[in-house]
């Protein structure tokens, strides 16, 4: 589906798969859904989407509630709903209010972060595999994208990403990692910031951090490190389409940021949801317990039909297929099972989004069944480079 109705006839063209992709996504923001849906389907009703990391569940009671009690007030910008939740997230985190501009979800401040601190002189340094989205950016910057395996554990390598990167801008650490779920210790993320090269910020993905036992970076934002953490509303709290997400840095930090944008009203149904949700009581542990509860069950499952999988703390895991990853995902699409994609590095795992218990049974048996049927071919040919889906074309970046 197009995403800009506005966009000319001539403009469209020139998002082709050519060479000259990587100049179609210059300025655009790259999203977990464009990226999810890379082959833009069309998926019938009913059909089970466990491809975009969404959360089943929604926004929870009260957030829904506020929206509907808001929404009379629609043709009023309300800019002290934003104070609001700036404060209550300030106070939360033991920050001062300038360090935590909200934002419409967080890919915003994602992207520009990036474009603020990468160039053709100040490489972008990330884990492999790892969340796509500021690949994307800095390619549009002109950096050098450098990926750098994980541990054996799954960790972020901290120490060849700073081998690596002696020119860097900007590291990314994404914790839980996206797609594997796995943690990255406090320690390790520290020694990156504490040896990275002058100049040069840690980017903190926190996005998955509410489903995890991990400890959150916001201590070093806290003493003034170079260090930008983001968070937002889209996973534990299930506003992905809500849109509403959190930079927490020190305000200059955050300045160069608003160099290549910021600064717009947040739409007021977001703003009174994420306050809605952050007084729910209990609503994180609650919730973190459901996901770990059916992600457990999927997990004893695939053990107990000797699937190889890579254990996660967080809604989603990588599965290896021991298959090439396109034929799986296509298969289990057949049988209208949307399951997430597959990065270049591990051309046999798939991306899986922990869904409802319904859900998961109804993908375990469709994934018995494509596991029990003949695979198409033996070759194992990966996909090279990141794609992304912009308006309905599938693009490739890097
Ligand atoms: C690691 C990570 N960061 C950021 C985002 C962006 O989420 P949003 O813009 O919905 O806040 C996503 C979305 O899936 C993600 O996986």
Redesign the pocket.
């Known amino acids: 589906m197009a995403t800009n109705g506005v966009l000319s006839k001539s403009r469209r063209s020139f998002l082709s798969l050519s060479a000259a992709a990587s100049a179609a996504v210059a300025l655009r923001i790259v999203?977990?859904p464009m990226l999810a849906r890379a082959r833009d389907h069309h998926p019938p009703a009913g059909s089970i989407m466990i491809d975009?990391?969404e959360n089943p569940l929604g926004p929870c009671t009260s957030a829904r509630e506020a929206i509907v009690t808001i929404t009379p007030q629609g043709g009023r910008y309300l800019d002290g709903l934003t104070e609001d939740l700036v404060n209550a997230i300030a106070q939360m985190e033991g920050v001062k209010p300038d360090y935590v501009p909200v934002h419409a979800?967080?890919?915003?401040p994602?992207h520009h972060t990036v474009c603020a601190f990468t160039s053709p002189q100040r490489s972008y340094v990330t884990a492999d595999p790892g969340?796509e989205?500021g690949m994307f950016s800095a390619t549009a910057m002109g950096a050098r994208v450098v990926k750098v395996p994980l541990t054996k554990n799954y960790a972020h390598d901290v120490k060849a990403m700073l081998a690596a990167g002696t020119d860097a801008g900007l590291f990314y650490v994404?914790l839980p990692n996206?797609p594997t779920g796995t943690l990255t210790s406090h320690s390790d993320i520290e020694y990156l910031v504490e040896n990275k090269p002058n100049g040069s910020i840690v980017l903190v993905?926190e996005?998955?951090i509410h489903f995890s036992d991990a400890t959150s970076t916001v201590d070093l934002v806290k003493a003034d490190k170079d260090v930008i953490l983001?968070r937002?509303?889209?996973?534990l709290y299930g506003m992905?389409g809500i849109?509403?997400?959190v930079a927490l840095g020190r305000p200059d930090l955050l300045e160069k940021m608003y160099t290549y944008g910021g600064g717009n009203f947040m739409p007021i149904t977001a703003l009174v949801a994420a306050s809605a949700s952050l007084k729910h009581t209990g609503l994180v542990a609650e919730r973190k317990k459901i996901n770990a509860d059916i992600r457990e069950g999927v997990f004893h499952w695939l053990d107990s039909n000797g699937y190889s999988f890579v254990r996660s703390q967080s809604n989603c895991f990588m599965l290896d297929t021991k298959r090439p990853a396109k034929e799986i995902i296509e298969a289990m699409a057949a049988r209208n099972v949307f399951i997430g994609r597959a990065w270049p590095v591990w051309p046999t795992h798939v991306r899986i989004t922990v869904g409802t218990k319904l859900e998961m049974e109804k993908f375990q048996m469709a994934f018995q069944e494509v596991m029990r049927s003949k695979p198409a071919h033996n070759a194992i040919t990966p996909e090279r480079g990141l794609w992304a889906n912009l308006d309905g074309r599938r693009v490739r970046a890097i």
């Open positions: 999203t977990e975009a990391n979800g967080s890919t915003v994602l969340f989205a994404c996206n993905d996005a998955y983001l937002t509303f889209s996973k992905a849109r509403c997400g």
